[in-house]
Structure formats: structure tokens, C-alpha cells
């Protein structure tokens, strides 16, 4: 910000010694030409007088009048008294007047000053002010202050940059306290059922103890002591189950906002997105025409499902091509992509869409195993569905979205 102020005040300080130089140069300038002008103006008159007798002053830009002198004649300009043939003449002129050129030349110059400091000031109010701001939200957002909501702004420029920057906000505080929640839910899960975990293990070390000390005489009271260990041991495996099942439980909290939108919104976004990244890879990316239908779901989340995939595409095809191809089925629309080099065999095709789930052509690959698993809980939520499929070298994904 100080930096701009220093040129901007450099950039007018330069301006004002342009305009006083470009003064300066005129004023001198005209006045030698002025001067200049009207002695070449009477030197040609004389010749003509000379030669021809007479000569006309509209014929020279600075003469006025050329008459014979006359001691009693009177005017208001300036003359020369010339002799030619013996004879005297009066030869009135005038110098040229620059005024009017400076006077435009420094209204002119004056009014790209006053623009000049006009767009400085805007450039510092409206652009460089608010971008400082947006420097110490994102600093207080990556220090984790999200509690403090980001003053809206109607500028222009960052109006919706900012109310972006708040949402994020929103979403990362939001986030934080579904995650502090689920830690303190598992917590609780864990110090719940290991305390009901303790009562029948207690049971089980008592039984086993007193059959390894023959405390129990008769085989009536062995095979009860049996049966306690075996109702025991059958409450231990409900309560492994019960964590097991708590483990499969969605634990994202995936949400979507379910309205309808048209295809092409979506698409448009895609491309934009993607056909640098793809050129800049040097793979082909085709994107099919298509019937722009007005679809049931939610357009971000769908862009979001889409974007997973073009990842998948990247990361495990071997960048020759991706496609995506668009096809009609009953009452839904279904979008394929498709790319070249498919790593994985049709026994994995199951499995793609399950949790933390990495294919045998991840190895070499960064990842969670969360994206298809995700992109398959948002397209449900939509009433949608996912699903893969090999067709020789290829591999394609298709989404399945319903029609309005």
C-alpha cells in the first residue's frame, strides 16, 4: 500500500514537471517564431514592393497593412518603416499570439492530471484497500479464527470474493464443530462400550479360573460355567458388531442442496475449469454435444462429483485421452467419462465405490480412497446413481441424474 502511495506521488510529481517543461518550451518557442515570422513577413514584402510595386498583406501572416508612410497616421499595432525605390512605407504587423495554444495545452495536461489522481485514489480506495483487507481475513482464517463473521462489501471488484471468503468461513466453523462433535461421540462410543465390554470379559476370566482350579466338582456346574462363558463371549461379538457398524456409518455428514438447474451450467464450469489442465498435460479432452435438460439435483455438488472423477482420470489413465460423452435412458440423463488406459481389473469394479477402498493402480498415487466413495454418497443423496465399467482399453464412470 505505501509502495503505490511513493508512485502514485511520483507518477503526479512527474506529470507537473512534464507540464511546467512543456510550458517553458512553448512560451520560447512561439515568441522566436513570432518574432521570427514577422521579420521574413516584411523582408518579402520589401521584395515585392521593389519588383512589383505594390504587394498585398493578405499574402503574409503576420502584415496587416502596408501603406506609404504618413507621419500623421496612427494605429494600433506595430510597424516597420521600409525604403524602397526612395520611396518610405509603413508596414504594420502583428506577432503572433501563443496564449491560446498554452492555455489548451495546459488544459490538456491539467485534466489528465485531475484524471490521473482520480484513478489512483479509486485504484487505492476500491481495489488496493479491500485487497489488504482480504489479505488479513485469509491470514486470520489460515491462524484458525473463524468465529469473527467477514464484514460484507458491495464493491464490485470483491463484493462476491468476499462473500465467498465468508462462506468458507462459515463452512470451516461449521466443520470444526461436526468434527469436535464426532470426536466427542466417539469418545463416548469408546469408553461406553468399553465399559460394557469389561463386565462380560470379568465373567469370562472368573469362569475360566475357577474350571482351571476344579472349583466346579460336577459336570452340571462345569456345563454352566460353560454356558456363562459362551453368553459372554456371544455379548463381547454384539458389541465388536456394534463398533463395527459405527465404523460404516457415513462420517462425512455429506449435504446437498436439492433444486434443479440446467446442464449446461454445469458443463460450462467443467470446461472452463479443465481444458487448460488437460492442454497443459497434453491430453485430449473432448467434451460431446449434449441436450441442455433441466435436471433435479444440486449443480455445485455435481460439479464437485464431475471434478472427482476428471482427478481420477489424470492421476490413473495414461493421458492420452478423456472424453465425456452424454446419453438418455427413460427419464434420466447419464454422463460418461471416459478415459484411455484403464489400470484396473473388472474384479475391482465393486469395490471403487467403497470407503478408503485404493485400487491395485494406486501404488504410485497419492490418496484417500474418499473419492468415489464421496461421489457415490452425494449422487444418492440427489437421487442419482454411480456406476463403472471397463470396455477393453478403456475405463469409463457414468453418472446417473434424474430429469424434470
Same mark, same amino acid.
Given at each position: 500500500?505505501?509502495?503505490?502511495?511513493?508512485?502514485?506521488?511520483?507518477?503526479?510529481?512527474?506529470?507537473?514537471?512534464?507540464?511546467?517543461?512543456?510550458?517553458? /518550451? #512553448?512560451?520560447? +518557442?512561439? %515568441?522566436?517564431?513570432?518574432?521570427?515570422? !514577422?521579420? &521574413?513577413?516584411?523582408?518579402?514584402?520589401? *521584395?515585392?514592393?521593389?519588383?512589383?510595386?505594390?504587394?498585398?498583406?493578405?499574402?503574409?501572416?503576420?502584415?496587416?497593412? /502596408? #501603406?506609404?508612410? +504618413?507621419? %500623421?497616421?496612427?494605429?494600433?499595432?506595430? !510597424?516597420? &518603416?521600409?525604403?524602397?525605390?526612395?520611396? *518610405?512605407?509603413?508596414?504594420?504587423?502583428?506577432?503572433?499570439?501563443?496564449?491560446?495554444?498554452?492555455?489548451?495545452?495546459? /488544459?490538456?495536461?491539467?485534466?489528465?492530471?485531475?484524471?490521473?489522481?482520480?484513478?489512483?485514489?479509486?485504484?487505492?480506495?476500491?481495489?488496493?484497500?479491500?485487497?489488504?483487507?482480504?489479505?488479513?481475513?485469509?491470514?486470520?482464517?489460515?491462524?484458525?479464527?473463524?468465529?469473527?463473521?467477514?464484514?460484507?462489501?458491495?464493491?464490485?471488484?470483491?463484493?462476491?470474493?468476499?462473500?465467498?471468503?465468508?462462506?468458507?468461513?462459515?463452512?470451516?466453523?461449521?466443520?470444526?464443530?461436526?468434527?469436535?462433535?464426532?470426536?466427542?461421540?466417539?469418545?463416548?462410543?469408546?469408553?461406553?462400550?468399553?465399559?460394557?465390554?469389561?463386565?462380560?470379559?470379568?465373567?469370562?476370566?472368573?469362569?475360566?479360573?475357577?474350571?482351571?482350579?476344579?472349583?466346579?466338582?460336577?459336570?452340571?456346574?462345569?456345563?454352566?460355567?460353560?454356558?456363562?462363558?459362551?453368553?459372554?463371549?456371544?455379548?463381547?461379538?454384539?458389541?465388536?458388531?456394534?463398533?463395527?457398524?459405527?465404523?460404516?456409518?457415513?462420517?462425512?455428514?455429506?449435504?446437498?442442496?436439492?433444486?434443479?438447474?440446467?446442464?449446461?451450467?454445469?458443463?460450462?464450469?467443467?470446461?472452463?475449469?479443465?481444458?487448460?489442465?488437460?492442454?497443459?498435460?497434453?491430453?485430449?479432452?473432448?467434451?460431446?454435444?449434449?441436450?441442455?435438460?433441466?435436471?433435479?439435483?444440486?449443480?455445485?455438488?455435481?460439479?464437485?462429483?464431475?471434478?472427482?472423477?476428471?482427478?481420477?482420470?489424470?492421476?490413473?489413465?495414461?493421458?492420452?485421452?478423456?472424453?465425456?460423452?452424454?446419453?438418455?435412458?427413460?427419464?434420466?440423463?447419464?454422463?460418461?467419462?471416459?478415459?484411455?488406459?484403464?489400470?484396473?481389473?473388472?474384479?475391482?469394479?465393486?469395490?471403487?465405490?467403497?470407503?478408503?477402498?485404493?485400487?491395485?493402480?494406486?501404488?504410485?498415487?497419492?490418496?484417500?480412497?474418499?473419492?468415489?466413495?464421496?461421489?457415490?454418497?452425494?449422487?444418492?443423496?440427489?437421487?442419482?446413481?454411480?456406476?463403472?465399467?471397463?470396455?477393453?482399453?478403456?475405463?469409463?464412470?457414468?453418472?446417473?441424474?434424474?430429469?424434470?
Amino acid at each position: 500500500m505505501n509502495n503505490f502511495r511513493k508512485i502514485a506521488v511520483s507518477l503526479l510529481v512527474l506529470e507537473v514537471i512534464i507540464t511546467i517543461f512543456f510550458n517553458v /518550451i #512553448l512560451y520560447r +518557442d512561439a %515568441n522566436n517564431q513570432g518574432k521570427r515570422q !514577422y521579420r &521574413v513577413d516584411i523582408k518579402r514584402a520589401e *521584395l515585392a514592393l521593389s519588383t512589383n510595386g505594390s504587394a498585398s498583406p493578405s499574402d503574409y501572416p503576420s502584415i496587416v497593412n /502596408i #501603406l506609404p508612410f +504618413d507621419e %500623421n497616421y496612427k494605429t494600433n499595432n506595430d !510597424y516597420a &518603416v521600409v525604403n524602397v525605390n526612395g520611396k *518610405l512605407y509603413s508596414i504594420e504587423y502583428v506577432i503572433h499570439d501563443s496564449s491560446t495554444e498554452v492555455l489548451f495545452m495546459n /488544459i490538456g495536461l491539467g485534466g489528465m492530471i485531475v484524471i490521473t489522481l482520480f484513478v489512483l485514489v479509486y485504484v487505492d480506495r476500491k481495489i488496493l484497500k479491500p485487497f489488504n483487507t482480504m489479505s488479513n481475513y485469509s491470514l486470520e482464517l489460515a491462524r484458525g479464527n473463524l468465529s469473527n463473521p467477514i464484514k460484507q462489501d458491495k464493491n464490485k471488484f470483491f463484493g462476491k470474493f468476499m462473500w465467498g471468503m465468508d462462506m468458507l468461513r462459515d463452512n470451516l466453523e461449521t466443520n470444526r464443530k461436526k468434527e469436535l462433535e464426532l470426536q466427542k461421540e466417539k469418545k463416548t462410543l469408546i469408553l461406553s462400550i468399553s465399559h460394557d465390554i469389561k463386565t462380560p470379559l470379568s465373567a469370562i476370566k472368573l469362569y475360566t479360573r475357577a474350571l482351571s482350579s476344579d472349583l466346579y466338582d460336577t459336570p452340571e456346574k462345569r456345563q454352566d460355567a460353560l454356558d456363562g462363558i459362551s453368553r459372554n463371549a456371544l455379548d463381547i461379538e454384539k458389541y465388536v458388531a456394534d463398533i463395527v457398524a459405527a465404523s460404516k456409518e457415513d462420517f462425512l455428514n455429506l449435504e446437498a442442496t436439492i433444486g434443479e438447474f440446467y446442464l449446461s451450467s454445469v458443463i460450462a464450469r467443467i470446461k472452463v475449469l479443465y481444458e487448460d489442465k488437460f492442454a497443459r498435460f497434453h491430453t485430449e479432452f473432448k467434451i460431446n454435444e449434449f441436450s441442455d435438460l433441466l435436471l433435479k439435483g444440486d449443480p455445485d455438488r455435481l460439479e464437485e462429483v464431475i471434478q472427482n472423477i476428471l482427478e481420477n482420470a489424470i492421476k490413473y489413465g495414461d493421458g492420452k485421452r478423456v472424453t465425456i460423452s452424454f446419453s438418455e435412458e427413460e427419464d434420466c440423463t447419464l454422463i460418461s467419462v471416459t478415459n484411455s488406459g484403464c489400470s484396473i481389473s473388472e474384479d475391482e469394479i465393486p469395490h471403487l465405490f467403497e470407503s478408503f477402498y485404493r485400487g491395485t493402480n494406486s501404488s504410485k498415487h497419492e490418496g484417500s480412497g474418499l473419492g468415489l466413495y464421496i461421489a457415490r454418497s452425494l449422487m444418492r443423496i440427489m437421487d442419482g446413481d454411480i456406476f463403472a465399467n471397463i470396455n477393453g482399453d478403456e475405463f469409463s464412470i457414468v453418472v446417473v441424474l434424474r430429469q424434470l
